[in-house]
């Protein structure tokens, strides 16, 4: 069944790859200007340009130089004076602005992922030929959006000391450092927000994700690939619609110089002292640090594509690529508790509770098979071997013997890990392209991937993994994203930008011993979960994938969750006199095939009560009896063994938004929106959700409406195949900016 699953899921990957690609290769040579694309964030530079006198100067030439790359991008003011280019990489870059009868000024200004930079320049009378250089860096402000966020800068982003805590570093860990952001890896919201409920984007282009929106963890590029990162907790633009707040990450790309770096981090028990409460002794009895063995190194370089490529006397062409490694040697110390040699041949006079007296054990109150005996106290606490299952026999010899001295009378805690310690391993590694076809149009491109592994026991290790026993499974993860962007500028005063990108997620659990057969399950091939309760209990064994759902305990077998989000996206802007308009559209579509099965190897649950006193009123029914001596007469308290299907979701949403940024006055703009989200409620390939219907009339509660139905054509089924489509979607948006002084 497994091997199906795969098989079939790489055949959609192949499929979806393809049409990923197409529609790519489409939005390269706009040959689908309008079909399914949406508007990307902006990052760039507005301003205008006047006289002396404050008088506007239309048609004035402003070009624009990104200092790291040489890249040129030129345009002219409009009828009130103002200008604007969009797409531009952040950096530091260099604006000259010269008119006609003017002389030319120069400055500089910074660009910001995710944000417009102002700068106005004040041109004054003179030849074309005078220069005049600003020497100061304009402060990089947005004086025309109403969004209030956070920039981190590349310097804070480099030298910002990230926790690195059973992964390697993650970029958004980024995040907990803007104001009004909370939260851990596991959890964080913006704001006083829904918790996992923002944007990602890469780029500008958002992620689609399929299960928990914001949540990023097992789809994050290396650390050293991100060079901006800016938290928005005011998503005021119609072109943000899902979700509170967003935060957009910056690619890093390579310049005109070729650099690179290489970074270290160890952690080793070497370094550490031995804790308040040690839990490793050496051999003379010494305390010892707990196991603590990290390993996070990597190599970042960048620089021009050294190919015939040259554009007016500079690279065209750049690349940055990042790769990342963790390792880590995770501590096992989790005491475990086994029963003794005596007990496990049925002997259990000295089974005693905290005050040192004697549990009594009973025979189970089953007339049919203990006769006479049913119900009462078994002499001198000692099960006679022929009442010893079979079953339970087979297994004696893999129950390991107590190698400390433990609690209660050596009872409990009394087994050390078998398995001292097991390895963690990450590996990341992202690319970067850039590439200036012409002076009009550029292309950006990133590939990653994060690839995880992290072997998980669900309870004490007592023995090894080659025992049938054993807790232990293992953890796989496989990240990877694709993320593609297109900028041309038709005109000076017509911008269009699309991009695209493929992030997906593969989840894998798997029991890590699947060779073993139990006569007690019919035709399985894991060991099943098994549990004990009461006093001086046994360690469980098998894997129980419930210890972590909170709600349940199941022999886990396989669990494999593939995630695969597709986003296409599309922004026109063009500018006219005194408005900057834009136009977007955005689709986007989610995957995610699930085979869960965390209960297919089978439960047994032994209890304490099944050789207690007979007499569940006797207070003494909680406390006598053993769920170990249970199992030696083969008497289950519960079993249960459930087998998952495989299902495929399928979701898609649609999003278009219209924008007008009107320059009311040279110090006044305001905003308008309006965005339309189309949100496309989930199917399933096989129609295997099930809900409550709440027309239609419940058989089994005298015709009250409420009744259980699933989807599809069946009998009994609904008829329909997905929820209903809500079309009024609509979210106008209004704002104003007022900028309170002009900076030259």
Not at 356 to 375: E, L, T
Not at 450 to 466: G, N, Y
Not at 524 to 548: H, K, M, R
Not at 561 to 583: I, Q
Request: net charge negative; charged share 15%.
């Amino acid at each position: 069944m497994t091997h199906k699953f795969g098989v079939l899921y790489l055949r959609i990957c192949e499929f979806v790859k393809v049409a990923f690609l197409a529609a790519l290769l489409a939005s390269l040579g706009l040959l689908l200007p309008s079909a399914n694309l949406h508007a990307q964030v902006q990052a760039g530079i507005s301003g205008t340009v006047a006289d002396s006198t404050g008088a506007v100067i239309p048609g004035a030439k402003v070009t624009i130089i990104n200092t790291s790359t040489g890249v040129v991008s030129d345009t002219t003011t409009t009828s009130i004076g103002a200008f604007t280019v969009v797409g531009l990489l952040p950096g530091t870059y260099s604006v000259a602005a010269d008119s006609r009868g003017f002389k030319n000024v120069k400055s500089q200004v910074t660009v910001e992922v995710a944000s417009m930079s102002t700068i106005n320049f004040t041109l004054q009378p003179g030849s074309m030929g005078e220069t005049v250089n600003v020497k100061e860096t304009a402060i990089s402000l947005d004086t025309t959006s109403p969004s209030i966020g956070t920039t981190l800068e590349p310097e804070l982003v480099q030298d910002a000391p990230i926790e690195i805590s059973g992964m390697a570093r993650q970029i958004d860990s980024f995040m907990y450092l803007a104001p009004g952001v909370e939260g851990s890896a596991s959890y964080h919201f913006i704001d006083g927000g829904v918790t996992y409920e923002n944007e990602v984007q890469f780029n500008g282009v958002p992620v689609a994700f399929v299960q928990f929106q914001g949540n990023q963890t097992n789809v994050n590029p290396p650390y050293e690939a991100v060079n901006e990162f800016r938290v928005n907790s005011s998503t005021f633009d119609s072109q943000y619609g899902l979700g509170q707040g967003a935060v957009t990450f910056n690619m890093a790309s390579g310049t005109n110089s070729l650099h690179g770096d290489g970074f270290e981090i160890l952690r080793n028990q070497l370094f550490d002292s031995d804790g308040f409460f040690p839990t490793r002794f050496g051999a003379n009895g010494k305390p010892l640090p707990p196991i603590d063995q990290q390993n996070n190194y990597g190599f970042t370089v960048g620089g021009p594509v050294l190919l015939p490529r040259i554009y007016n006397g500079k690279n065209r062409t750049f690349f940055h690529f990042s790769s990342d490694w963790f390792r880590q040697n995770q501590a096992l110390s989790q005491l475990g508790t086994v029963p003794t040699a005596a007990m496990k041949t049925g002997d259990f006079t000295n089974f005693v509770n905290a005050s040192g007296q004697q549990i009594p054990i009973y025979y189970p109150n089953d007339p049919a098979r203990f006769g006479a005996d049913a119900g009462q106290p078994i002499p001198g606490n000692k099960i006679p071997p022929g009442q010893i299952s079979p079953l339970s026999s087979g297994l004696l010899q893999s129950i390991p013997s107590p190698d400390r001295a433990g609690l209660n009378f050596g009872l409990q805690q009394n087994k050390s890990p078998a398995v001292s310690s097991f390895a963690i391993s990450q590996f990341l590694w992202d690319y970067t392209v850039d590439e200036t076809l012409t002076s009009s149009q550029s292309i950006h491109f990133s590939q990653w991937r994060d690839r995880v592994s992290s072997p998980t026991f669900t309870s004490a290790s007592i023995v090894p993994s080659t025992n049938p026993l054993q807790s232990e499974y293992s953890n796989t993860n496989l990240g990877s994203g694709y993320v593609l962007n297109y900028n041309k500028n038709i005109r000076t005063n017509l911008v269009v930008t699309a991009g695209a990108d493929w992030i997906g997620n593969v989840i894998g659990q798997h029991n890590e011993d699947n060779t073993v057969s139990f006569g007690a399950v019919a035709g399985g091939t894991t060991f099943p979960l098994v549990n004990f309760d009461g006093q001086n209990v046994p360690s469980s064994w098998g894997v129980n994938e419930g210890a972590y759902l909170e709600c349940c305990a199941g022999g886990m077998t396989v669990i494999n969750n593939r995630m695969l989000g597709l986003v296409g996206v599309n922004n026109w802007m063009w500018s006219k006199g005194r408005h900057a308009f834009n136009f977007g559209f955005q689709i986007r579509r989610t995957y995610q095939d699930t085979i869960d099965c965390n209960f297919c190897s089978g439960t047994f649950n032994f209890s304490q009560r099944t050789t207690s006193t007979p007499d569940s009123s006797d207070p003494n029914f909680g406390t006598y009896g053993s769920s170990f001596a249970s199992f030696l007469l083969g008497e289950v308290d519960a079993t249960e063994r459930i087998f998952a299907n495989n299902i495929k979701l399928r979701n898609k949403a649609f999003a278009t938004y219209a924008q007008d940024q009107f320059k009311l006055t040279k110090n006044l703009t305001i905003n308008l929106g309006l965005r339309w989200d189309i949100l496309v409620p989930f199917t399933e390939e096989h129609n295997d959700i099930v809900f409550v219907d709440r027309t239609a009339p419940d058989p089994g509660a005298g015709g009250i409406p409420g009744a259980a139905t699933k989807f599809g054509t069946c009998t009994g089924c609904s008829g329909i195949t997905r929820a209903a489509i809500h079309w009024k979607n609509f979210q106008p948006r209004v704002g104003l900016s007022y900028q309170l002084r002009t900076y030259p």
